[in-house]
């Protein structure tokens, strides 16, 4: 049977060394608890080679996890060091046996007595592994294994470093749901470093696709609320509603009626805050037409006032449900006023119902003075100016502002087809009635050419000329 050296040459077994080991492992073994433990890694050195050199795969990763064992029953660290990094140097070294070695050392490193030793031996056999892809996976989980105990020491920036090395959507030999682990501890310490580009950028490595499988669903809400973390920095806030939107499809918050509840106040919520646009909008229909809303019938209200063609008095909202969205329950956060964000959410909200009220006033005026509208919704006239600039900026209302007189021309938002297709109708309507007129014209002529004919056909017949007759 071939096998693959670390060279990637194939080697083809020549002699079975396994009765061989049977026979010499033990009495190696028996020479070591005798204390002469560098007489039994000579012994163990002289059959690694005889088996490596005959290609027996087996034999050699029995002989290499046996040399493993017996440095470290021996408590002789630096000769267990030595040894691996040497054995997986050897000249047509098999892969396999390699593997077997490092996935031995692994299980030694909860059993180290001290925090260095393990830092050392980590050490070494991320050495031994790197470059080598029959040994990624093991090179992961210690870098996985390295990262966590920097953290534990607060080094946060460091073990975000040491992870953010593996590029681990190439691993084949990885399964998929340990893939998607550990990408979002990459996440998790980009966050903690509040290292926000990155985040997004690591985020782009997980289909949202594997969250579909019944078994990642504990997977499926760290993500989406590291995602929920990230875009609140952002204040992405169409985005957030959108990933409470994803977490309430997972069936273990389906069963809670509490955090179900809790997820669909909060998308409700991030849902008035995100600035109008078509999606937006569409997004609020569609969630005041999910029944589901129906179990939080506040909210419900909150979402109609932005979907009438109403003006919303600040006052009259912070009565009816400033209680409710300020002090909410403990699993919502939006609008906490310890939170420095939730103080910037809470002036967002407000200038969301100032912008929903200028769009109203928008479809119900063609002007209106500043004063007028600073009235309306509350404020001075100078900051109603402000918003309204911002908005037609945007996009949201077509206007101009005569600011000597202070009045403002609201006017009809037009996409520039449809400005094209009305100028291209307004010319055929003009060319039709310049034919139409042309015509008219040509009639009235005609007729008072014959009128003219008749009107001298007596004085004809009286000079004696001769005049035509009609013979009808």
């Known amino acids: 049977m071939p096998m693959a050296t670390g060279s990637g040459e194939i080697v083809k077994m020549e002699k079975d060394y396994k009765e061989e080991c049977d026979e010499k492992l033990p009495k190696i073994k028996q ?64 892969k396999q046996a390699v593997v077997k070695m490092v996935q031995e050392v692994c299980t030694y490193l909860d059993k180290l007595p001290t925090k260095q030793l393990q830092y050392d031996i980590i050490e070494a056999l991320r050495g031994v592994t790197e470059g080598k892809i029959y040994v990624e996976v093991e090179r992961a989980r210690l870098t996985q294994r390295l990262a966590k105990m920097k953290e534990d020491e607060g080094k946060i920036k460091e073990a975000a470093e040491i992870l953010q090395e593996l590029q681990v959507e190439t691993y084949g030999s990885m399964e998929k749901r340990e893939k998607v682990e550990l990408i979002l501890e990459q996440m998790r310490y980009c966050l903690a470093k509040n290292d926000y580009i990155r985040t997004q950028i690591i985020s782009k490595k ?42 309430l499809t997972t069936p273990s918050i389906l069963a809670d009626e509490a955090k179900k509840n809790d997820t669909l106040r909060s998308a409700v919520l991030y849902l008035i805050l995100s600035p109008y646009d078509n999606e937006q909008s569409d997004l609020l229909h569609r969630m005041l037409a999910d029944r ?24 009259k909202l912070i009565k009816d449900f400033g209680g409710e969205i300020r002090n909410s329950e403990p699993g919502i956060t939006v609008f906490d006023e310890k939170s420095e964000f939730g103080q910037k959410r809470w002036e967002n909200l407000k200038s969301r119902v100032v912008e929903h009220n200028i769009r109203i006033m928008a479809k119900y005026y063609t002007r209106v003075t500043l004063t007028r509208m600073a ?4 404020l001075s006239t100078e900051k109603v100016e402000e918003v309204l600039c911002s908005m037609v900026v945007s996009g949201q209302v077509q206007a101009k502002t005569d600011r000597p007189s202070g009045i403002v021309y609201f006017q009809d938002s037009k996409d520039p087809s449809e400005i094209l297709n009305d100028w291209s109708h307004n010319v055929n309507n003009l060319m039709g009635l310049i034919a139409r007129t042309t015509h008219l014209i040509n009639k009235e002529e005609m007729v008072h050419k014959h009128l003219n004919l008749l009107s001298q056909a007596p004085s004809a017949v009286v000079s004696g000329e001769n005049v035509p007759m009609d013979t009808n």
């Open 206 to 247: 997980i289909n949202t696709k594997f969250f579909e499988d019944d078994t990642t669903h504990d997977l499926k809400i760290k993500f989406y609320t590291l995602m929920i973390e990230m875009d609140q920095h952002e204040a992405s806030y169409l985005s957030i509603c959108r990933h409470y939107r994803a977490i």
């Open 31 to 94: 020479l070591a608890a005798t204390g002469k433990l560098n007489e039994a890694l000579a012994e163990l050195l002289v059959l690694e080679k005889q088996a490596r050199t005959g290609g027996d795969m087996l034999s050699t990763g029995r002989v290499l996890v046996t040399v493993a064992e017996l440095c470290f029953e021996a408590k002789n660290w630096e000769l267990l060091i030595e040894n691996v990094v040497t054995l997986s140097k050897r000249r047509g070294q098999l």
């Open 292 to 315: 589901s809303i129906e179990r939080i019938p506040i909210y419900k209200k909150l979402l109609e006032l932005f979907k009438n063609q109403e003006i919303i008095s600040w006052t």
């Open 375 to 378: 009235e309306l919704l509350d």
